[in-house]
Each structure stands twice: as structure tokens, then as C-alpha cells.
């Protein structure tokens, strides 16, 4: 399957800051997805990441806050914007593989202070 | 995606066999049930997947129903390291670039 390496793999910020999260695969595909989990929740998809177009956001999250690049088809970028505590969560990226369903990143552990 | 119900938890004795079931009863003739794991602080893991028949592969095993309401997912030997939260989650096939949506999950406890 797949590998995904993202990076950081923590962080902790200042509140007002931003934070860039990268995800790289191995591999050209052709979406990437990327969720956040919040402390002690389930998985709540943020985006769809298409290459050369505008990334899809889900109700709820807005490009301001969350803007996506997607510069080729095995790199994306996500940044979390003037963080607030309430943003403390873990952030990962997912990519489809046909025969092995979602292969997931290993997430970025953020913290707001 | 259609719903899915899952027992919030679970226990099982390391070396028995854990069965965790799902309810799917909306689910619709093209939607696959899929299972996956997320050990803490890791990302999820992909633990296989079936339409109608049941599935087994070097993980687990799957149980559908002949309605397809409802699933079990089998792991025959429970380890400690199978301590983890397991998602059930219904979708059309790979290869549509379609989104996975998570529920709550089940958060099973496998006991010394």
C-alpha cells in the first residue's frame, strides 16, 4: 500500500498563529483527504484535495481557516489558521487506494496555547 | 453513506476470539461494509471490506447478513495489540474517490 509521511508530527503554537501540515505519498493519486479528531472523537473529514483545482470543503469548514494547496499528485499541504485552543487536535491526511480502501497518515498531534 | 450502529465498547480475554457487530439496516445495494482500526495516536488502519459474501484475510474476518443489515467482524485470536477503537463504515466501492465517513466506533479493551 501506499506510504504517506506527514510532517510535523507535533506541534505546539502560539493562538493567532498558523501552522502548516505537509503530507507526501509515494505515489500519484489522484484526491487527498484530510480530517481532523478532535480529542476523544471520531474522524470528521475537513476536505477533498484535487490537483490543479480548488480543494472541496465539508459544512463547517471554510478555505480561510483551512486553506489546502495541491500542487501535484503526491503532495498537499494544510494549513490551520489563526489558531485558537478550540483547533488543538490531530490532523491526517488520507489517500484511496484501490485495493487496500484508505491508507491514512500517522496524523500531526497539535496543541493551541 | 448510510448509518451505521456500533457498541460504544468492549471487552475481550486475549487468546478468544472478539466479535464485533454493526447495524447497517439502511445500507443500499451498491455500499460495501468496510471495517477499520486506529490504535492511539495513530492514524486508521484498513482491516478489509466485503459487498455480500462473507470475507477473511490475514486480519479478520467478515460476517454479513443475508439481508446485509447488519455485520460481525471477527478476530480469531485476540492479541493485546488489538487494543484499539474499530470503525465500521458503509460506502460504494474503491476507485470513486468517495469520502469516508467515521462514526463513533467501537473501543475494544482485549484483557491479560
Known amino acids: 500500500s501506499a506510504v504517506i509521511s506527514q510532517k510535523p508530527s507535533r506541534d505546539i503554537c502560539q493562538r493567532g498563529t498558523s501552522l502548516t501540515i505537509q503530507c507526501q505519498v509515494d505515489s500519484q493519486v489522484t484526491m487527498m483527504f484530510w480530517y481532523r479528531q478532535q480529542p476523544g472523537q471520531s474522524l470528521t473529514l475537513i476536505a477533498t484535495?484535487?490537483?490543479?483545482?480548488?480543494?472541496?470543503?465539508e459544512s463547517g469548514f471554510v478555505i480561510d481557516k483551512f486553506p489546502i494547496s495541491r500542487p501535484n499528485l503526491t503532495f498537499s499541504t494544510l494549513t490551520v489558521s489563526n489558531m485558537s485552543p478550540e483547533d488543538s487536535s490531530i490532523y491526517l491526511c488520507?489517500?484511496?487506494?484501490?485495493?487496500?480502501?484508505?491508507?491514512f497518515g500517522s496524523g500531526t498531534r497539535l496543541t493551541v496555547v | 453513506d448510510a448509518k451505521t450502529t456500533q457498541p460504544t465498547s468492549m471487552d475481550c480475554a486475549e487468546g478468544r476470539a472478539a466479535n464485533l457487530p454493526c447495524n447497517h439496516s439502511t445500507i443500499s445495494g451498491n455500499e460495501y461494509v468496510y471495517w477499520y482500526r486506529q490504535i492511539h495516536s495513530q492514524g486508521p488502519q484498513y482491516i478489509i471490506h466485503g459487498l455480500k459474501n462473507n470475507e477473511t484475510n490475514e486480519m479478520a474476518s467478515l460476517i454479513i447478513t443475508e439481508d446485509r443489515k447488519s455485520s460481525t467482524l471477527i478476530l480469531p485470536h485476540a492479541t493485546l495489540r488489538d487494543t484499539a477503537v474499530y470503525y465500521c463504515?458503509?460506502?460504494?466501492?474503491?476507485?470513486?474517490?468517495?469520502?469516508?465517513?467515521f462514526g463513533t466506533g467501537t473501543r475494544l479493551t482485549i484483557i491479560p
Open positions: 463504515i458503509v460506502r460504494a466501492g474503491f476507485g470513486g474517490n468517495e469520502k469516508l465517513t
Open positions: 488520507s489517500v484511496e487506494e484501490i485495493n487496500y480502501g484508505y491508507t
Open positions: 484535495a484535487n490537483q490543479g483545482s480548488e480543494a472541496t470543503y
